[in-house]
């Protein structure tokens, strides 16, 4: 199940909520990761801008691929400004056994990173600012580009 | 007629344009100075689908999506 919320994550909400409704399924493993806004270079927090029916096709997918080895995904992402020491991503796996759910969050949260149609900016001195250097082109991005 | 929008950062009102595949898109967005910066970096998908090839066909009502570098989490 995918969950967007406006601002910062209630991360002892969520993290307890998935545990209360999946602890009759008979897991042996949940693993979350957690992601928090640190304190560096000057910022006064993110922001994120979300585009909902692309990452919804892409969490579907995974879906789909964990479904067959027993193991259930969740996430959690913040839309707009979440400060320093605040939490935007959560991402976690359940699984009967812990080496699925450790192998599997692994690449759950670094094709998130690649994949995710998810835009970061820096807050800084009141500005929004576009975390370019940070961010990663999607596979098969120039297409428009591209010169025949 | 299809409509070309522009996600995340890249401030730009949507656009509409005639155009059969994702070619004449491509050459009405290198005419456009404000896009140069873009083209080479940005994912596209049609109707929320990612797409891999400049000859996918375009039909009247189409959506088309550019998406820049991301970075979630």
């Known amino acids: ?16 909520r998935w545990y209360g409704e999946e602890s009759s399924n008979n897991y042996g493993a949940y693993i979350p990761f ?10 006064e927090g993110l922001s994120f ?14 879906v789909s691929k964990a479904a067959p080895l027993g193991a259930t995904l969740r996430m959690a992402h913040s839309r707009g400004d979440v400060m320093v020491h605040e939490s935007s991503y959560i991402a976690a796996v359940f699984s009967p056994k812990r080496r699925v759910a450790l192998e599997m969050i692994e690449a759950f949260v670094e094709d998130f990173k690649a994949s995710a149609p998810i835009w970061k900016y820096d807050l800084k001195n009141g500005q929004r600012i ?4 940070r961010s990663t082109p999607i596979e098969g991005s120039g ?3 591209r010169r025949e | ?3 070309i929008e522009f996600l995340g950062p890249i401030q730009k009102a949507p656009l509409t344009l005639e155009a059969t595949s994702l070619r004449d898109v491509a050459e009405a967005l290198k005419n456009d100075s404000e896009m140069a910066q873009w083209l080479e970096s940005c994912a596209v998908a049609v109707n929320d689908a990612l797409v891999a090839s400049l000859d996918t066909p375009l039909e009247n009502g189409d959506k088309v999506s550019l998406l820049p570098p991301v970075c979630g989490g």
């Open chain 1, 1 to 16: 199940m995918l969950e967007l919320y406006d601002g910062a994550l209630n991360v002892p909400e969520i993290l307890s």
């Open chain 1, 34 to 43: 957690v992601g928090t806004v640190r304190a560096e270079d000057g910022i």
């Open chain 1, 49 to 62: 801008d979300v585009y909902e029916p692309i990452l919804t096709s892409w969490f579907e997918a995974w």
């Open chain 1, 130 to 133: 576009y975390a370019r250097d």
């Open chain 1, 143 to 145: 297409l428009l580009g």
């Open chain 2, 1 to 3: 007629m299809v409509t």
